[in-house]
């Protein structure tokens, strides 16, 4: 059965998801991409603005509801350019042979190839939808509802997997989004007093830890530059290690053996140093052995 979300049964609900549908399927070369995102801008602001609890749900439901799917594209869109890298030159540029015969045998008529994107456009295909998906992310957080973007992006473990070999602007905007998306993370639970919901947003956390934690070790650099400035690397570094010391034991192990394998093998970065919380978790383990051992040899 089809289920109608709430701003789907409003004219403005409908108008902003449309909008912000055609900025994925707009080129940003397009001079209309810009028109349509300042417009779908305009519409989000002036019902932020009307202080109505109602446009208020609306602007977190359509919000949601775009951070998931340029989510799901930009993931299928990378898959598709690491699959292309995959097959290899020499066999790449054999099949663009095969496939300009083929437009040239079947001539005006031809429509079977049309939508196939080459390994550049997929490329700028994922880098434009990064910048969109950070767009969203910030504009969550700003309206204060970024709750989902968090938990989407923290089990988006196969683009983050998939991120470690992709262009170094795409991985720019990954990490830009990672560090906007750890920071709101750390001050979700604020408000949040159930004990069940604890436990999910810790779980939360550390899936966020395990999936992006790799990604921001080998892309700290950018194309260029750093990809944060100095404060906002420090300020980070500080919402991991606070992060981490909310897990148990075990899990602390597991976050922090990640992090020391892809720290290690990235020769060209030594951020984020995490050696605080690999000391105090060692410290941490080191007193758990000599307690268990107390307890055995007490009389």
Excluded at 9 to 26: P, Y
Excluded at 28 to 57: M, P, T
Excluded at 122 to 141: D, N
Excluded at 169 to 188: H, M, N, T
């Amino acid at each position: 059965m089809l289920v109608i979300s709430d701003w789907e049964e409003s004219g403005i609900g409908r108008a902003i998801w449309q909008l912000l549908s055609a900025m994925n399927e707009i080129p940003v070369s397009s001079r209309k991409y810009q028109v349509v995102r300042s417009l779908a801008e305009r519409l989000i602001d002036e019902n932020h603005g009307e202080n109505s609890i109602a446009l208020f749900d609306l602007n977190r439901r359509v919000l949601n509801a775009s951070f998931r799917t340029t989510l799901s594209r930009l993931e299928a869109a990378v898959e598709r350019n690491s699959n292309r890298r995959d097959i290899g030159e020499p066999v790449r540029r054999g099949l663009n042979r095969v496939v300009r015969a083929a437009v040239r045998a079947v001539g005006d008529g031809f429509i079977g190839w049309g939508g196939e994107e080459t390994a550049d456009q997929t490329s700028e295909t994922s880098e434009k939808l990064a910048a969109e998906l950070l767009w969203l992310a910030e504009k969550m957080a700003v309206y204060g509802f970024v709750d989902e973007a968090v938990e989407k992006w923290a089990s988006a473990s196969n683009l983050a997997s998939l991120a470690l070999s992709s262009e170094p602007r795409l991985q720019c905007s990954l990490v830009q989004i990672s560090a906007l998306l750890f920071k709101e993370a750390k001050d979700i639970k604020k408000g949040k007093e159930e004990e069940a919901e604890e436990a999910k947003l810790k779980e939360i956390k550390k899936k966020m830890l395990i999936s992006w934690i790799p990604l921001l070790c080998r892309a700290s650099n950018g194309a260029d530059k750093p990809v944060l400035r100095s404060a906002e690397r420090a300020d980070l570094v500080k919402v991991l290690e606070k992060m981490i010391s909310e897990l148990n034991e075990e899990e602390q192990e597991r976050v922090l053996s990640l992090w020391l394998h892809h720290y290690t093998h990235c020769s060209s970065s030594d951020w984020p140093d995490l050696n605080g919380s690999y000391v105090r978790w060692c410290h941490s383990s080191r007193q758990l052995l000599l307690l268990r051992h107390s307890s055995h040899i007490s009389p």
